[in-house]
């Protein structure tokens, strides 16, 4: 069975800086040979791809991110990061780790809220 463990998450000042983590764990799956995304719930809304990254190591970004969060991954230790900058109020969200075609069972996400 895999498990999704994301961390990181808290509340900051719009501006401010966070890094999230996700660590992935079990033997059925391959973590490197994986796509993986960052994913983001906020309340009343549908949950929607914030950034992405391939085998590769290529990303992609939504234009409500680009150009502040930043995708990247160690595939020596099962785990994704994601780095958001200059944060703003309507990043409060909870934030997930899948694959992009997320088909692993979801972990518990990790809270990230921003203030004004």
């Known amino acids: 069975q895999v498990q999704l463990v994301e961390s990181g998450g808290g509340l900051v000042q719009a501006g401010g800086s966070l890094r999230l983590s996700c660590a992935a764990s079990?033997?059925?799956?391959?973590?490197?040979?994986?796509?993986m995304g960052w994913y983001r719930q906020a309340p009343g809304k549908q949950r929607e791809l914030v950034a992405r990254?391939?085998?590769?190591?290529?990303?992609n970004y939504p234009g409500s991110v680009k150009g502040r969060f930043t995708i990247s991954r160690d595939n020596a230790k099962n785990t994704m990061y994601l780095q958001m900058n200059s944060l703003k109020p309507e990043d409060t969200a909870v934030y997930y780790c899948?694959?992009?075609?997320?088909?692993?069972?979801w972990g518990q996400g990790t809270q990230v809220t921003v203030s004004s």
């Open positions: 990254i391939t085998v590769g190591g290529n990303t």
């Open positions: 899948n694959t992009i075609y997320a088909y692993l069972d």
């Open positions: 079990g033997s059925i799956f391959s973590f490197s040979r994986n796509a």
